[in-house]
Each structure stands twice: as C-alpha cells, then as structure tokens.
C-alpha cells in the first residue's frame, strides 16, 4: 500500500478488511442487516473514478465485477446493488451490497432505513472468511 495513502476515518470506523488487489483494499462493512462489500483504491487523493488512472480505473471494474458476481453466486443475492456515493466519504470507494427480496429495506435503498446492526464477533469473523474464500479465486487477490 501507498505511504501516503491513508483510509477515510468513517471507512476505518465502519469496516474491516477482507484482503487485497494490488491496488485496492477490500473491506467488510459491519452492518450485518445486508452483506456489503466496499473496494477502496489506494491511490491518494481520488474522490472520483474519472479521476483514476486508466489502467486503474479498468482494473478496478474488473475487481467489482469480480466481487459483485463471487457475492451473488456465494450468497444467492435477488440483486447486487453496486454504487461509489461518496457524499458522507469523499475518498473513492466502491459499494457492492447483496439484496434480498424481503431484506428490511427492500425495494428500497439501504442507507437511512435502519440503523446499522452490528454482527457479533463470530459472526463478523464468519462472514469475512467465506468471503475471502469466494475472493480467493479472483485474479491479483490476496
């Protein structure tokens, strides 16, 4: 990782990490009420994917379409809800947020629903290895 990259306090605060791309960290959201994943360039600075380079910005739809599809088929998601807000974080990060049909938001969006629930430590531990596992076969993650 970048000397100089640092991640965004609410992203350190609200997640744990999973592993890896080259460039990229993956984390665990602690909202256990829907399975979320964030992707996070480690190249500091960005607040937009137009703002990444090239080669970057491929590579990083590359990972989320990997991380979109190893969640949908891990999971049985009705709907991979893939979104880079950034409204509350300026840094550039990736949401992939597996839905459900009967999840406590749907139809509807997540955020402002409900408050967050917090997994409890096996489960968190739980969900973050069948993750890395379903991770584990992506190219460049560790």
Request: hydrophobic share 45%; proline share 8%.
């Amino acid at each position: 990782m970048p000397e100089n990259f640092t991640l965004h306090p609410r992203l350190e605060a609200d997640t744990i990490t999973i592993g890896r791309f080259p460039e990229t960290l993956v984390l665990l959201h602690r909202d256990a009420r829907y399975p979320w994943v964030i992707l996070v360039p480690t190249l500091p600075g960005i607040r937009e994917i137009h703002e990444l380079p090239h080669e970057v910005r491929h590579r990083l739809l590359d990972e989320s379409c990997g991380v979109a599809a190893a969640m949908q088929a891990l999971l049985g998601a009705t709907k991979m809800n893939v979104a880079a807000l950034g409204n509350m974080v300026p840094q550039l990060h990736l949401h992939h947020v597996a839905r459900f049909e009967g999840d406590d938001a749907w139809p509807g969006a997540i955020w402002g629903a409900h408050p967050g629930l917090e997994y409890t430590a096996e489960a968190l531990e739980a969900r973050r290895g069948e993750l890395r596992g379903a991770f584990a076969a992506l190219p460049g993650f560790g």
